[in-house]
């Protein structure tokens, strides 16, 4: 998301290249630049205009009182300011405060909706350590009941629901006593998706709302349907006044204009962001980060705390004193392969890091390597995973069979462990990796 705009915006920074002030023509360039852009990004044309004049008067504002900065450095950091600004400034967290806190879900037919309901229940009981109930509320969609079923067995959540009854208003409200009577935290109720804004299935869902009184009302937008999308969520904040929206599909070939101006144009914030099917696909929107990320500059912050999710101290001491012996094997390889997985996937991870995005761009990371490694190492014997030195020929051959890959591939993965083993050891012996490395762990335990 967002890469075509991320090189336009770069294309107008560099109009002010050499210019050692801002002025109003240089900047009048730069603007228009900036303005195509976003509606090339499927902004509305009146947002981006607005946008751009903000930007130009921040920006002939500091042209007598920054002299040391660069104009094309000056520029980046007002629009990153304004981008912010116009995502919603800063984080809105959930309200699930209640004996039981209650979460209604809307949305689109096809926006992600019950994905992602399977996806917040996760999220709630593992980062806010509730005790979740899912309700499916979805009585019209042929296996919605079931779909919604097998993402609360995914996730450990409990499940309420009546396939024979065809009353929405009738099965949240048993939901809610059910989880009252049973000490759940918080429940979230699936609703149907609607195929476009009709009468009777606003009715419904305003009638839910109304019946239940959510603590929070979240309205699920797919966001490769693009100004369509925020146009639906206005109509719908019109009807039921959800408290925020969550945008899915974010991984898709979208040109993130939902993002860009759902906040401006409904008045309410972003809270979540969706990408991918797997359940832990889920970021807290942070309007700050989502500009850097736009703006190519990475976003080091969330790639920090999605390691640090997955950082087991007493693992990692295990390891360090391994990797100082020169001891580390396959078997800690395949324990930091499946910590490496539970961050995300590989392309998305590198795009948080500070320039990767310019430089992973036409490089595409195949997760499913991923997989041929681990099929290589599990042809191992238990014997060989703990003492790689223990590879000769012989037993190679026998690994390429077990795992039906070649000679050669399993040679390039062996050479490739035997340098990284060897650079690890390296490393550990270096009193400034050591003390970051102390300085990760240790931010970890505050």
């Given amino acids: 998301m967002f890469d075509n705009l991320s090189d336009r915006l770069e294309g107008a920074f560099k109009s002010l290249t050499g210019d050692n002030k801002i002025t109003e ?10 303005r195509r852009a976003l509606v090339a990004a499927d902004v509305n044309y009146k947002i981006a205009k607005e946008f751009t004049d903000k930007v130009k008067e921040k920006a002939l504002g500091t042209e007598n009182v920054l002299k040391a900065v660069k104009p094309g450095q000056l520029m980046v950091k007002i629009v990153q300011d304004e981008l912010t600004d116009l995502m919603g400034g800063q984080s809105v ?7 039981p806190g209650v979460v209604l879900i809307a949305g689109l037919q096809g926006s992600g909706k019950t ?111 693009g100004q369509d999308a925020v146009n639906t969520a206005k109509a719908f904040n019109e009807r039921i006044n959800y408290d925020g929206v969550v945008l899915t599909k974010l991984d898709g070939d979208t040109r993130g204009g939902a993002a860009l101006s759902v906040k401006y144009t409904v008045g309410k914030p972003i809270k979540f ?3 991918g099917e797997k359940m832990d696909a889920i970021d807290v929107f942070y309007p700050d980060r989502m500009a ?24 990692a001491k295990r390891l360090e004193k391994k990797i100082k012996k020169n001891k580390f094997d396959f078997n800690d390889f395949l324990s930091q392969l499946a910590q490496l997985k539970k961050m995300g996937d590989m392309k998305s991870l590198l795009n948080m890091i500070p320039g990767m995005s310019k430089a992973m761009k036409n490089i595409d990371i195949d997760d499913s390597a991923f997989g041929r490694v681990e ?32 000679m050669e591939d399993v040679n390039r993965f062996i050479k490739q462990f035997d340098g990284m083993r060897k650079m690890m050891h390296k490393m550990s012996n270096n009193p400034m990796m050591a003390q970051m490395a102390g300085n990760f762990k240790g931010g970890k335990r505050r």
Avoid: H, W
Wanted: charge should be negative; glycine fraction near 6%.
């Fill in 25 to 34: 023509i240089n900047v009048a360039t730069s603007l228009k630049e900036i």
């Fill in 93 to 99: 967290g959930i309200n699930v405060k209640g004996e």
């Fill in 375 to 406: 099929a290589i190492i599990y042809s191992m014997t238990p014997q060989e995973r703990a003492d790689p030195a223990l590879l000769n020929m012989s037993r190679k051959k026998r690994i390429a069979l077990g795992c039906g890959q070649s």
């Fill in 273 to 275: 962001v969706s990408t």
């Fill in 115 to 225: 994905t992602f309901s399977g996806k917040l229940a996760k999220y709630l009981k593992e980062k806010r350590k509730m005790k979740v109930l899912l309700t499916a509320c979805d009585v019209y969609r042929p296996a919605a009941i079931d779909q919604l079923t097998v993402l609360a067995g995914q996730v450990g959540a409990e499940i309420y629901k009546e396939p024979e009854n065809k009353n929405p208003v009738e099965i949240a409200l048993k939901a809610i006593d059910f989880a009252r009577q049973n000490k759940f935290d918080v429940v979230i109720v699936d609703t149907a998706g609607r195929l476009s804004v009709d009468e009777k299935m606003m009715q419904e869902i305003s009638d839910v709302r109304e019946a239940i009184s959510p603590n929070e009302t979240l309205f699920v937008v797919d966001s490769m349907t």
């Fill in 292 to 315: 850097q990320r736009i703006l190519g500059m990475g976003d080091i912050i969330s790639f920090v705390e999605r390691a640090q999710d997955q950082f087991d101290e007493e693992e």
